[in-house]
């Protein structure tokens, strides 16, 4: 019998995790807890007992006097019902009383199933094909062709011409290649597939017919958005398909329309020129000057922030190309203009690493001292963690007015500020020697500070798929809530992931679904964590084989944990664009290496057991191969061994200096940015794993793997 939810999802929590808990069991007498939204869930589980009647019941029932969400879902269901005239019907009255597009796509689909193309039509006429879903401007149209619609080729070219290419596009256009008569409209169609599908040669050779049609169309003062649309198209095809030695007259091609679109002021079409002549001209190489006059040129004409972020971005790209003195100058000026931090942290990640492989290390703390009051709470962390550690190892010398040990000091504290639990902040607080409630306080401190209202109604359809026994629904019906920026509290996302974790042996991934809910959870959380809070996120699953695996290896149980944690979410069935395959994601080549060493004839990387112990022994034997380093060998299993041993040895030509660089720093060096990131998870997470399961605190995981 599944356990009883409780009205608050506090208790929920607890109830979740009795042995009770049975993800196939009956869901017993819940209608209390969840009121009339339990007549949702009570028609799921007559649909289970193929008690149709029953079911069909229940969602009229909950279609009336459920909550938001599963009166919707109960008559999303009833149009699964009954043959086509019946689900149409069903169809109809869902468009009815919940008119949006989800519902109109349901509608037209049972339409178009049912061949009643003219009332597939007569639905949509108020559809303005510019903007709406593009999967029902596709349905639209599909049933204009049946019909012979007279405004079908016009709608076409509007649909194509007017929008971002998406999907449905290139759908249609396969079905329909000759679907507008018109020769440019034809031109057009053919131009923008060849461009959406990467075959940008074939689309550069039609450039100076494109640039002819759009010239008219500003000439005519036509839709803008078409315009847009096809500078844009343009742009890549001139980037990725012209010839070396065409950019820069392509570039003046592009600085010719944006003069003519910023002549009538149509601002937001002059940005798109700008940016791709400033793309142009970068790419042609010796234009520095002229590339960021268009940028610049692109920031003033935006009429979006993201569009002012996207220019600029680029052009602080560009400067790093040059010099990181130049960006840095760039810097100063733009820091405070820019819209959304977050957008531009790619780009301080990839000047950390050229200011210290390139030693410009006072610049490295320069660059924090500029951005710490404008760029994300990630972002600024690192930058305050090095600079620290770089003043502490006497790399560079310390504020002019500050004194080394409390200027270190204060930048370890700046550190540790911010909400989520971050590699940097975690390194800050074993330099700062932290423990007890006061590492508890800095590590498990809130992320969002700004008031967070949960949606209740959201959470009680989670809540139910796990009190009812649907674990299969809950991760879907999560995804949408979570894209949608739905507000869901922790207490919530923690609940179902646990419950996930334990119906992990029913449906294949439920490990991978757990972990994700459970991290986003913790990273975004609407109050301040526990240790039994960060377990969700760090669970210990395959606890026997771990336990197995590092006694006959000799390895660190948390490292191990960490390992199979950052390579495949604890997920055996994953698979990776290489080929890595299993929990530990060994190559077939590795897998059969280390089979002949361990001397096993047959194999199966896909087994949990056989990978945990072929990982645990490809671990040990990197450790023992790199002076005992995990760190280093944590490197050598992402990337190999000989690339780690070239960069130890090249980090000290590099730096300039004689001693070995410090751990910390030396990641930090690394080229390759998937190591970098590698490196940071294991120590990370290996950090964690000790904290909550061994009595280890951070500091001594962390001064372990790093020694």
Same mark, same amino acid.
């Given at each position: 019998?599944?356990?009883?939810?409780?009205?608050?999802?506090?208790?929920?929590?607890?109830?979740?995790?009795?042995?009770?808990?049975?993800?196939?069991?009956?869901?017993?007498?819940?209608?209390?807890?969840?009121?009339?939204?339990?007549?949702?869930?009570?028609?799921?589980?007559?649909?289970?007992?193929?008690?149709?009647?029953?079911?069909?019941?229940?969602?009229?029932?909950?279609?009336?006097?459920?909550?938001?969400?599963?009166?919707?879902?109960?008559?999303?269901?009833?149009?699964?019902?009954?043959?086509?005239?019946?689900?149409?019907?069903?169809?109809?009255?869902?468009?009815?009383?919940?008119?949006?597009?989800?519902?109109?796509?349901?509608?037209?689909?049972?339409?178009?199933?049912?061949?009643?193309?003219?009332?597939?039509?007569?639905?949509?006429?108020?559809?303005?094909?510019?903007?709406?879903?593009?999967?029902?401007?596709?349905?639209?149209?599909?049933?204009?062709?049946?019909?012979?619609?007279?405004?079908?080729?016009?709608?076409?070219?509007?649909?194509?011409?007017?929008?971002?290419?998406?999907?449905?596009?290139?759908?249609?256009?396969?079905?329909?290649?000759?679907?507008?008569?018109?020769?440019?409209?034809?031109?057009?169609?053919?131009?923008?597939?060849?461009?959406?599908?990467?075959?940008?040669?074939?689309?550069?050779?039609?450039?100076?017919?494109?640039?002819?049609?759009?010239?008219?169309?500003?000439?005519?003062?036509?839709?803008?958005?078409?315009?847009?649309?096809?500078?844009?198209?343009?742009?890549?095809?001139?980037?990725?398909?012209?010839?070396?030695?065409?950019?820069?007259?392509?570039?003046?091609?592009?600085?010719?329309?944006?003069?003519?679109?910023?002549?009538?002021?149509?601002?937001?079409?002059?940005?798109?020129?700008?940016?791709?002549?400033?793309?142009?001209?970068?790419?042609?190489?010796?234009?520095?000057?002229?590339?960021?006059?268009?940028?610049?040129?692109?920031?003033?004409?935006?009429?979006?922030?993201?569009?002012?972020?996207?220019?600029?971005?680029?052009?602080?790209?560009?400067?790093?190309?040059?010099?990181?003195?130049?960006?840095?100058?760039?810097?100063?000026?733009?820091?405070?203009?820019?819209?959304?931090?977050?957008?531009?942290?790619?780009?301080?990640?990839?000047?950390?690493?050229?200011?210290?492989?390139?030693?410009?290390?006072?610049?490295?703390?320069?660059?924090?001292?500029?951005?710490?009051?404008?760029?994300?709470?990630?972002?600024?962390?690192?930058?305050?963690?090095?600079?620290?550690?770089?003043?502490?190892?006497?790399?560079?010398?310390?504020?002019?007015?500050?004194?080394?040990?409390?200027?270190?000091?204060?930048?370890?504290?700046?550190?540790?500020?911010?909400?989520?639990?971050?590699?940097?902040?975690?390194?800050?607080?074993?330099?700062?020697? $932290? *423990?007890?409630?006061? %590492?508890?306080? /800095?590590?498990?401190?809130?992320?969002?500070?700004?008031? &967070? =209202? +949960?949606? #209740?109604?959201?959470?009680?359809?989670?809540?139910?798929?796990?009190?009812?026994?649907?674990?299969?629904?809950?991760?879907?019906?999560?995804?949408?809530?979570?894209?949608?920026?739905?507000?869901?509290?922790?207490?919530?996302?923690?609940?179902?992931?646990?419950?996930?974790?334990?119906?992990?042996?029913?449906?294949?991934?439920?490990?991978?679904?757990?972990?994700?809910?459970?991290?986003?959870?913790?990273?975004?959380?609407?109050?301040? $964590? *526990?240790?039994?809070? %960060?377990?969700? /996120?760090?669970?210990?699953?395959?606890?026997?084989?771990? &336990? =197995? +695996?590092? #006694?006959?290896?000799?390895?660190?149980?948390?490292?191990?944990?960490?390992?199979?944690?950052?390579?495949?979410?604890?997920?055996?069935?994953?698979?990776?664009?290489?080929?890595?395959?299993?929990?530990?994601?060994?190559?077939?080549?590795?897998?059969?290496?280390?089979?002949?060493?361990?001397?096993?004839?047959?194999?199966?990387?896909?087994?949990?057991?056989?990978?945990?112990?072929?990982?645990?022994?490809?671990?040990?034997?990197?450790?023992?191969?790199?002076?005992?380093?995990?760190?280093?060998?944590?490197?050598?299993?992402?990337?190999?061994?000989?690339?780690?041993?070239?960069?130890?040895?090249?980090?000290?030509?590099?730096?300039?200096?004689?001693?070995?660089?410090?751990?910390?720093?030396?990641?930090?060096?690394?080229?390759?940015?998937?190591?970098?990131?590698?490196?940071?998870?294991?120590?990370?997470?290996?950090?964690?794993?000790?904290?909550?399961?061994?009595?280890?605190?951070?500091?001594?995981?962390?001064?372990?793997?790093?020694?």
């Amino acid at each position: 019998m599944a356990c009883l939810i409780s009205k608050t999802v506090g208790f929920f929590v607890f109830s979740l995790i009795f042995s009770t808990l049975s993800c196939s069991s009956e869901s017993g007498k819940l209608q209390k807890q969840y009121g009339k939204d339990s007549y949702y869930f009570q028609g799921l589980k007559s649909i289970e007992k193929n008690d149709v009647k029953n079911a069909e019941r229940f969602f009229r029932k909950g279609i009336k006097e459920g909550s938001k969400y599963t009166a919707r879902l109960c008559a999303e269901e009833l149009t699964r019902f009954g043959n086509i005239q019946e689900r149409i019907a069903s169809c109809e009255y869902l468009a009815k009383k919940f008119p949006d597009d989800r519902s109109l796509i349901l509608l037209a689909s049972s339409l178009n199933e049912g061949k009643e193309f003219s009332k597939l039509i007569a639905v949509t006429d108020d559809l303005d094909i510019r903007t709406c879903s593009n999967v029902l401007a596709f349905q639209r149209l599909s049933a204009m062709r049946e019909k012979q619609d007279l405004r079908y080729e016009d709608t076409v070219y509007k649909w194509f011409a007017l929008r971002q290419y998406t999907q449905e596009h290139f759908r249609f256009f396969k079905e329909n290649p000759l679907a507008v008569s018109d020769e440019n409209k034809k031109n057009i169609l053919i131009f923008r597939a060849a461009v959406f599908t990467q075959n940008y040669q074939f689309a550069y050779n039609q450039i100076n017919e494109i640039s002819s049609l759009i010239k008219d169309t500003i000439a005519n003062a036509e839709d803008p958005r078409f315009t847009r649309q096809l500078i844009s198209d343009m742009g890549k095809a001139c980037l990725f398909g012209s010839e070396i030695g065409s950019f820069t007259a392509q570039a003046s091609l592009f600085d010719g329309i944006a003069a003519q679109t910023a002549s009538k002021g149509d601002s937001e079409t002059a940005f798109y020129a700008w940016f791709y002549a400033a793309r142009l001209y970068e790419k042609a190489g010796g234009h520095h000057t002229l590339a960021s006059d268009r940028y610049l040129k692109a920031m003033e004409a935006s009429v979006t922030g993201e569009q002012y972020d996207n220019a600029l971005w680029y052009l602080l790209n560009l400067d790093l190309g040059i010099s990181t003195d130049k960006a840095i100058q760039r810097l100063e000026t733009y820091c405070t203009k820019w819209n959304d931090p977050e957008y531009f942290s790619d780009l301080f990640y990839t000047m950390s690493v050229l200011l210290l492989s390139g030693h410009k290390l006072s610049d490295f703390y320069k660059v924090y001292t500029i951005i710490k009051d404008v760029a994300d709470e990630d972002v600024c962390a690192k930058y305050a963690y090095l600079s620290a550690r770089l003043i502490e190892t006497k790399l560079i010398e310390s504020a002019a007015d500050q004194k080394t040990e409390e200027d270190v000091q204060k930048l370890f504290r700046a550190a540790l500020k911010g909400g989520s639990i971050s590699y940097y902040k975690l390194l800050a607080a074993e330099r700062l020697n $932290l *423990s007890g409630q006061e %590492l508890e306080n /800095a590590l498990l401190s809130s992320k969002r500070k700004d008031s &967070f =209202d +949960a949606d #209740k109604d959201a959470e009680n359809l989670l809540l139910g798929y796990a009190s009812y026994g649907f674990p299969q629904k809950i991760y879907s019906a999560w995804e949408q809530f979570y894209l949608q920026r739905i507000p869901l509290g922790t207490d919530c996302l923690l609940s179902v992931s646990s419950f996930i974790n334990k119906c992990s042996g029913q449906i294949p991934g439920n490990l991978y679904k757990s972990l994700r809910i459970a991290s986003i959870a913790v990273n975004e959380s609407d109050r301040i $964590l *526990s240790k039994k809070d %960060l377990k969700e /996120a760090y669970p210990q699953n395959y606890s026997d084989l771990v &336990f =197995d +695996a590092c #006694k006959e290896f000799s390895l660190d149980e948390e490292v191990l944990y960490a390992l199979i944690r950052s390579e495949s979410f604890f997920d055996p069935d994953i698979r990776s664009s290489a080929g890595a395959v299993g929990l530990t994601q060994l190559m077939q080549s590795t897998g059969q290496d280390i089979a002949n060493h361990l001397k096993v004839k047959e194999y199966d990387l896909t087994d949990p057991q056989t990978s945990v112990r072929f990982g645990a022994y490809y671990l040990s034997n990197l450790i023992g191969r790199l002076d005992s380093s995990i760190l280093l060998a944590a490197f050598a299993y992402n990337s190999g061994i000989s690339r780690v041993r070239r960069w130890v040895s090249n980090s000290k030509k590099e730096l300039e200096i004689s001693k070995t660089l410090p751990m910390d720093l030396f990641l930090e060096t690394i080229p390759f940015s998937e190591t970098r990131e590698y490196g940071r998870k294991i120590v990370f997470a290996a950090a964690i794993y000790g904290w909550l399961y061994y009595d280890i605190t951070p500091g001594e995981t962390i001064r372990k793997i790093m020694k």
